[in-house]
């Protein structure tokens, strides 16, 4: 429900991180908790074709970001939304509330991804990632300061307190007032 004078009535909550960190389990248990409405763009991109192709050597779908920014941002305007996602520099900051990088450690992290029955070069690629942090430069660099927040993932009980620090948050939430 979007106010009046078009200010958001819920927050929006963009979660990422390097695949295999938790974002869905997370996004998909604070949905829950919160009633807040839960989009996972992997699946969306998927669903409604937002997409240039797939990738045979990354085995992924090439994302159009215009079409996915396109058919979110309605959603998003009005607030009340946990998105799920593993890269972030391309969403407009003024969506988000909230940025959440969820980082895992590397062992736990091959762990996951071997299980996913990811190849060797994409499990490499995304070891990488988490070593040298770049979705956290990558949300540092796209949103304010005051808005990312980086959270250990490495298992349940790691889940549950990011889970319980959001829904306190999510509670707290207030916009900023104008000045």
């Given at each position: 429900?979007?106010?009046?004078?078009?200010?958001?009535?819920?927050?929006?909550?963009?979660?990422?991180?390097t695949?295999?960190?938790?974002?869905?389990?997370?996004?998909?248990?604070?949905?829950?908790?919160?009633?807040?409405?839960?989009?996972?763009?992997?699946?969306?991109?998927?669903?409604?074709?937002?997409?240039?192709?797939?990738?045979?050597?990354?085995?992924?779908?090439?994302?159009?970001?215009?079409?996915?920014?396109?058919?979110?941002?309605d959603?998003?305007?009005?607030?009340?939304?946990?998105?799920?996602?593993?890269?972030?520099?391309?969403?407009?900051?003024?969506?988000?509330?909230?940025?959440?990088?969820?980082?895992?450690?590397?062992?736990?992290?091959?762990?996951?991804?071997?299980?996913?029955?990811?190849?060797?070069?994409?499990?490499?690629?995304?070891?990488?990632?988490?070593?040298?942090?770049?979705?956290?430069?990558?949300?540092?660099?796209?949103?304010?300061?005051e808005?990312?927040?980086?959270?250990?993932?490495?298992?349940?009980?790691?889940?549950?307190?990011?889970?319980?620090?959001?829904?306190?948050?999510?509670?707290?939430?207030?916009?900023?007032?104008?000045?």
């Amino acid at each position: 429900m979007v106010l009046e004078n078009g200010k958001r009535k819920n927050p929006n909550i963009l979660v990422t991180g390097t695949p295999g960190t938790g974002k869905t389990t997370l996004c998909t248990t604070l949905a829950e908790a919160t009633q807040l409405c839960h989009t996972n763009i992997g699946e969306l991109v998927k669903e409604k074709n937002l997409h240039d192709g797939w990738d045979d050597e990354l085995e992924c779908y090439i994302l159009n970001e215009d079409l996915v920014c396109d058919e979110i941002e309605d959603v998003l305007e009005e607030g009340g939304n946990i998105v799920d996602y593993h890269s972030c520099d391309f969403f407009p900051e003024r969506w988000f509330d909230c940025v959440v990088v969820l980082q895992t450690d590397n062992t736990i992290l091959y762990d996951r991804l071997s299980r996913r029955g990811y190849k060797d070069s994409k499990i490499s690629n995304n070891i990488e990632c988490e070593i040298f942090q770049v979705l956290l430069e990558e949300a540092k660099k796209s949103y304010s300061e005051e808005k990312v927040i980086a959270f250990k993932s490495d298992n349940i009980d790691d889940i549950s307190r990011n889970v319980a620090t959001l829904i306190d948050w999510v509670r707290n939430w207030s916009l900023p007032s104008e000045s």
